[in-house]
């Protein structure tokens, strides 16, 4: 594999690589946070990627897949891409979520995977 090509792809696959930290003042400690992760907007040879765009009307920055908020409810803005029928749709979710927690998008999708019908967030620890 021709060198710039492999540093090529190492670009791409961390260009979704952070977490926004969307709350005022100082850092906290991961126990204070909530943490909610999308997909990586380049999802090679996913047949489903749930991109976080928004939380509660702040856009994520083009390198975060993540966000860490602090405890309570939030809006989020997300984009469910269809790999085979090349579809993008956008969907608003309300979450609560809790201090110390991981949470992770997930998308329901229609019959075969011809659409994206619903995101939800969903606890992973």
């Known amino acids: 594999m021709n060198v710039r090509v492999a ?19 100082p850092k906290r400690d991961s126990d204070e946070v909530a943490h909610i992760d ?8 996913a047949p ?14 083009v390198g975060d897949n993540a966000a860490e908020v602090l405890p309570g409810k939030h809006r989020l803005l997300v984009d469910c891409r269809i790999a085979e029928t090349r579809s993008v749709t956008r969907h608003e979710v309300e979450a609560e979520v809790s201090a110390g927690r991981h949470y992770r998008l997930a998308a329901e999708t229609s019959p075969g995977l011809r659409g994206c019908t619903n995101v939800t967030v969903e606890e992973t620890n």
């Open 38 to 45: 999308g997909d990586f907007v380049v999802t090679a040879g």
């Open 48 to 61: 489903v990627s749930v991109i976080l765009r928004q939380v509660d009307g702040r856009d994520l920055s």
């Open 7 to 25: 540093v090529v792809l190492l670009m791409l696959a961390c260009a979704g690589c952070g977490t926004a930290r969307l709350y005022e003042g």
